[in-house]
């Protein structure tokens, strides 16, 4: 089953363009090369043309199929934000497709406009909730968020932004779809769609939701730039504090554990969760190119001199080691956020998947992919997707497990192809829910 419009982007402000700018900082303007050139690797994923990304609903009709894969998404542990949760430690907590991958539906298909604009989706509950920014007449554009029935990729609701704009992940908490969309704030209610409440000012699109808190920052152009936390139900202030002073503030969403925000910029600053006091500050000498990753007893940063922090929760450095980068891209050298499981950390850079060990540092294994986006990990297989390519690989050794294509051109932002129920919901030119091969072909 697909969905098809003829869609472009229009309008972005000012605001709107430094979003994208500072997305670019962070994936050393990755998403917007074009398009990757094709391996053909053999995998059965391409045909003579590439895959397009228009596949039908491999169950189209089947009502047992889309019964069966509607019960798993609901079971599945859900994606409810940036890298799963407000940790961002990217970890499915389940299996996720290992071999050969078709695509039981596609939503939309923009691959013959380069304006048109997918962004990262949540995976809650069985269904899926993702932004989407199409042109509306002649000259204008609108951005849409969608619920999505994650069995066929169908229609449960939708609400209208008045105006294309850039957006962040998508986070999904408490019965609220939370979204920076064109400087404002807003909240969904779940099941519905209706508006809960709306926060406008000049907020970046990078939001966190933690313990009924929406945590977004009040971005460059605020004097300084301010982290605010946001109550989740009513839309009121709870706190503000100033997160940079004189100094241009790229900021990255919060990742917020026991108590502590971590909001990445020009700097790493932990706050308490209660007041926004200011517990301590890292000045790295470079900019945190994403949002920093937080487990039971380290903070990992990636940096945009290649390296990656592991800090001791009072912030003290226990390590900081320098990641392989691909050759292609721009001259930056930016680290993904990176994933962890099993005593292991992967990160992307520059069209380069690297494992390192999570207690030293030390590079396990590396290898060329076609992903420049953050990755993320379910049962030992680790998924790292790009422009127009997703891949899989074995946790343990890097190898290649299998890999899929579109026919997507450009894109913006640091997307991620989040993992949940044994299937992959891959953001490019449309969105699409890949299973493997074996499971479509029933």
Same mark, same amino acid.
């Given at each position: ?91 499915? $907590? ?6 050969? %991958?078709?695509?039981? *539906? ?22 899926? &909730? ?6 509306? $007449? ?36 408490? $019965?609220?779809? #939370?979204? +920076? ?83 990445? $910029? ?33 903070? &990992? #940063? ?20 320098? #990641? ?64 127009? %390519?997703?891949?899989?690989?074995? +946790? ?5 497990? *299998?890999? &899929? ?13 989040? #993992? ?23």
């Amino acid at each position: 089953m697909k969905f098809t419009k003829e869609t472009r982007n229009a309008g972005r402000g000012r605001r709107d363009l430094l979003s994208v700018a500072g997305a670019a900082l962070a994936t050393g303007l990755a998403g917007c090369s074009g398009a990757l050139e094709r391996d053909g690797d053999g995998n059965g994923n391409e045909n003579e043309d590439g895959n397009d990304g228009d596949s039908d609903s491999g169950s189209d009709g089947d009502s047992t199929d889309a019964a069966e894969l509607r019960e798993t998404l609901a079971a599945a542990d859900p994606y409810r934000m940036h890298q799963y949760g407000p940790s961002h430690v990217g970890n499915a $907590g389940g299996a996720g497709p290992t071999s050969d %991958v078709d695509a039981v *539906w596609t939503f939309r298909e923009g691959a013959d406009d380069s304006h048109y604009e997918i962004g990262t989706p949540a995976v809650v509950d069985g269904t899926v &909730y993702v932004p989407e920014n199409h042109s509306v $007449g002649d000259d204008g554009a609108e951005t849409v968020v969608y619920a999505l029935d994650g069995a066929t990729g169908e229609i449960e609701w939708e609400w209208t932004y008045p105006r294309g704009t850039a957006f962040g992940s998508t986070v999904v908490a408490e $019965g609220a779809v #939370v979204l +920076g969309l064109g400087g404002s704030v807003v909240a969904l209610e779940a099941d519905a769609g209706t508006e809960r409440w709306r926060l406008e000012r000049d907020f970046s699109d990078a939001v966190t939701v933690a313990d009924g808190t929406v945590y977004a920052i009040n971005t460059t152009y605020a004097d300084p730039p301010t982290l605010v936390a946001i109550d989740l139900e009513t839309g009121r202030e709870r706190w503000t504090e100033p997160l940079a002073d004189e100094r241009m503030f790229w900021p990255t969403p919060p990742a917020v554990a026991d108590g502590t925000v971590y909001q990445g $910029g020009v700097e790493l600053t932990a706050l308490s969760t209660a007041d926004g006091e200011r517990l301590w500050s890292k000045d790295f000498g470079n900019a945190v190119t994403g949002p920093p990753t937080v487990t039971d007893d380290a903070c &990992y #940063v990636p940096l945009g001199d290649g390296t990656v922090a592991a800090l001791e929760s009072d912030g003290t450095l226990r390590w900081r080691q320098s #990641v392989e980068r691909g050759g292609r891209g721009s001259g930056l050298h930016p680290v993904s956020s990176p994933a962890v499981a099993d005593g292991t950390l992967y990160v992307t850079s520059a069209w380069r998947l690297t494992a390192l060990d999570a207690d030293d540092g030390a590079q396990r294994w590396t290898t060329e992919t076609a992903g420049d986006r953050p990755p993320v990990v379910a049962d030992g297989v680790v998924y790292a997707s790009g422009l127009n %390519v997703m891949e899989a690989y074995d +946790g343990a050794e890097g190898d290649r497990l *299998w890999r &899929y294509e579109t026919d997507a051109s450009s894109s913006s932002g640091d997307k991620v192809a989040p #993992v949940v129920g044994e299937t992959a919901f891959f953001p490019s030119a449309g969105l699409h829910a890949l299973r493997g091969a074996d499971a479509t072909s029933d």
